[in-house]
Nanobody, 122 residues
Framework: QVQLVESGGGLVQAADSLKLSCATS????????MGWFRQAPGKEREFVAA???????YYTDSAKGRFAISRDNAKNTVTLQMNSLKFEDTAVYYC????????????????WGQGTQVTVSS
């Protein structure tokens, strides 16, 4: 059984920082590229950040310079460090894993976590 479990969400104020973690099991973690997506109420799920098997990172424009994705293959985890949070960052954040090429399309990702809520007050 493949499981991805996000943690670290919560309620913070604008300009604060938050670190999300995604613990994986049931898959050979080092073979997968990993991504973070988010979905706000009434909105489509959108790409936030991704990291390749080799550690190359990709970010959506709104995250660039504020967020940092990283992976620890020894711990089978991926993290998303979020700094300078804005009200617009409020969403459920999902961790996902893929073997296929590509970064930003949700359909590229095979496995998904249950999501963790991030709420940023203005």
């Amino acid at each position: 059984q493949v499981q991805l479990v996000e943690s670290g969400g919560g309620l913070v104020q604008a300009a604060d920082s938050l670190k999300l973690s995604c613990a994986t099991s049931g898959l050979t973690f080092s073979l997968y590229a990993m991504g973070w997506f988010r979905q706000a109420p009434g909105k489509e799920r959108e790409f936030v950040a991704a990291i390749s098997r080799d550690g190359i990172t990709y970010y959506t424009d709104s995250a660039k310079g504020r967020f940092a994705i990283s992976r620890d293959n020894a711990k089978n985890t991926v993290t998303l460090q979020m700094n300078s949070l804005k009200f617009e960052d409020t969403a459920v954040y999902y961790c996902a894993a893929r073997l296929t090429p590509g970064n930003i399309r949700a359909l590229d990702y095979k496995y998904w976590g249950q999501g963790t809520q991030v709420t940023v007050s203005s």
